[in-house]
């Protein structure tokens, strides 16, 4: 994988977030970038990874899905 530099520009608070957490983890900013842009990290800084509500696809059989949504969802 060939790596590029790039300079990216960040709100102030953000920016001291991002700092903040490289600390926090002992990482560099640029290794945490390069890990929250890969991880699929929004502007949010919450994770887009897979959406739980997939996992209800297909499970309506009697147009009652709102009765089990909390355990097809979290398992409660």
């Known amino acids: 994988m060939k790596r590029l530099r790039t300079t990216v520009f960040l ?3 953000m920016e001291r977030r991002l ?4 600390v926090r983890s002992g990482r ?3 290794q945490l970038a390069d890990e929250l842009l890969r991880d699929g990290h929004g502007a949010r800084g919450a994770p887009r990874g897979r959406d739980p509500l997939l996992d209800v696809i297909g499970i309506i059989h009697d147009g009652k899905l709102a009765e089990g949504i ?3 969802l979290y398992g409660i």
């Not at 700092?19 to 490289?22: D, I």
């Open 11 to 13: 709100p102030e608070e």
């Open 19 to 22: 700092r903040q957490e490289a």
């Open 28 to 30: 560099s900013v640029p």
């Open 70 to 72: 909390d355990e097809a």
